[in-house]
Structure formats: C-alpha cells, structure tokens
C-alpha cells in the first residue's frame, strides 16, 4: 500500500511538472519560417475560401456533444508556383473570430500541404466553427485547396468525416 501511495505521488509531480501545451498546436515558429518579406501584390489575384469546422459535433440529443480533433490542410495543387495565405482566421459557432494563426501572408511551395490541428480538447469553436482564408496567387496559376478532417476515438468506436473549402470572393 506504502509502495502504491509513493507511485500515485512521483506520478503526480511529474505531470505537474510538464509545460502546459498549446491548443491548437500548430508550432508558430512554422509560421515564421514562412512569412514573405516582399510580395507582388499588384502582380497577384486575391481570394478568399470559407471552411467549415467541427471541433463538437452532437451525438444522440442536442445536449450530448462529442470533441473532435480537426486537422486543417492548406494544399497548393501547382507544381511550379508558390501560393500566398494572407489570413487564416478560426471563428466560433457564434461567428466570433477566436485565433488568427499569422499576422503576415506566409507560402506553400509547389505541391506542398501546411497543416493546423485544433486539438481534440480545444472545443472553443463549438458544434458549428469555421476558418475564412484570403490568399493571393499568381496569374493562371490554381487556387489553392482547403480541407479539414475531423476524427475522434473513444474505445472501439470513431467518427471521422471530410469538409472542403468553398471559394466566397
């Protein structure tokens, strides 16, 4: 008994003793590493892509929810040119902007994806949250792709499901 109080104990301190992580955690020296110091602007067309997010969905009533982990995909479907993204602000349920995950446009290389993760217990988005991207790209060059996977795991059973960004402007 003496033996299994010291282990509940050392076990205690130990996870006291971690950092407390980040929701959402998207490194931002990522984002750092990728901010442009210079843009063409006048040489560029804008845009800008809504996708919806799920970080709850309700279960069997509207008073049971279940947290989701999302994971965000930023894609550049060009095999020569970089893309821009400008902004990439996440909105609550209620359409309240929560995050904005840079403050300066940032690129995605040819062919490459960027990711951000709203973690599974980060549910400040709520049952109906999304992200509003703008971004910029050169002309006759493809717009890039947004799409966000939801998934959780409880035991035996998962959900998982697929939105895609809709180009609004």
Known sequence: MKYILLLLLLTSVIY????PRKLSSTDPVNWEKRIL???PVDSLENGSTFLSIYSQIFLRTDQDETD???TV????PNTTDSIYINKAVYYNTEGTAIR???EKAIFVRPMETVQIVIDGVDNEGGTGANFMFSWSIKPNTREPLFEA????TYG????????EGKRVK
């Open 149 to 152: 996977v939801m998934i959780s």
């Open 156 to 163: 035996q059973q998962g959900i998982s499901f697929v939105t």
């Open 73 to 76: 995909s930023l894609h550049n």
């Open 37 to 39: 110091k210079n843009i």
């Open 100 to 102: 904005n995950y840079f």
């Open 16 to 19: 006291s003793c971690e950092k």
């Open 68 to 70: 989701l982990t999302a």
